[in-house]
């Protein structure tokens, strides 16, 4: 079976501080995505990786895949209250289509 | 990406009781999801809803307790039949990106249930 440990599952920071989500598996993904979810709405895809050892920008948030893509980084630099939510890592299968969903982090940026 | 819409977006249910979600998409698809999310946790797929096949379930999850429809490439329902407290939870339907890595997927808003 395979799974996705995601740490930490709770975070509180200050605004401007920087912060960084893992995902880590045992097993090796064909592609890892990263979520955010807020209150009362559906998850929205921030970055799909697929390379191992690919990095990819998104303004201030960086995400990585490691080199035998069985674990990931989100590194948010300057956080802002607006980076408030639910951050989720999913492993994905090329073969079967299905996302494996790490447990979640809950990031909370105090202004 | 695609847009999907589900119906109702939340509902409050008496146990005992079942409540059918739709999920609505705006481009057809081979294949649609559908997925739980308990209070404060993660998501978990309940099953994968193929058109023109039953739908394949995961471990936990049965037929009878969640029966699915894929009447057209763009339609999909997911039934909660016989609702206890426990299966309060949000519903999420999502999609494969169609240009993209098929594994890729995009979600519903969700449909939030209470049960009683």
């Known amino acids: 079976t395979q799974l996705l440990e995601q740490s930490p599952q709770f975070l509180s920071i200050q605004e401007g501080e920087n912060l960084t989500v893992y995902c880590n598996s045992s097993s090796v993904f064909s592609s890892l995505q990263w979520y955010r979810q807020e209150p009362g709405e559906g998850p929205v895809l921030l970055v799909t990786v697929v390379t191992g050892g690919e990095v990819k920008k998104l303004k201030r948030l960086t995400f990585q895949f490691g080199d035998a893509r069985k674990d990931s980084s989100l590194h948010i630099t300057a956080a802002q209250p607006g980076d408030t939510g639910l951050y989720l890592c999913a492993g994905g299968s090329s073969n079967t289509g299905k996302l494996i969903f790490g447990q979640g982090t809950t990031l909370q940026v105090k202004p | 990406s695609a847009v999907i819409s589900q119906k109702p977006s939340r509902d409050i249910c008496q146990r005992g009781t079942s409540l059918t979600i739709q999920c609505q998409v705006d481009s057809q698809v081979t294949m649609m999801f559908w997925y739980r999310q308990q209070p404060g946790q993660s998501l978990t797929l309940i099953a994968t809803a193929n058109q023109g096949s039953e739908a394949t379930y995961e471990s936990g999850f049965v037929i009878d307790k969640f029966p699915i429809s894929r009447p057209n490439l763009t339609f999909s329902t997911l039934t909660v039949s016989n609702m206890s407290p426990e299966d309060s939870s949000i519903y999420l339907c999502?999609?494969?990106?169609?240009?993209?890595?098929?594994?890729?997927?995009?979600f519903g808003p969700g449909t939030r249930l209470l049960v009683l």
């Open positions: 999502s999609v494969p990106d169609r240009t993209g890595l098929q594994e890729t997927q995009y």
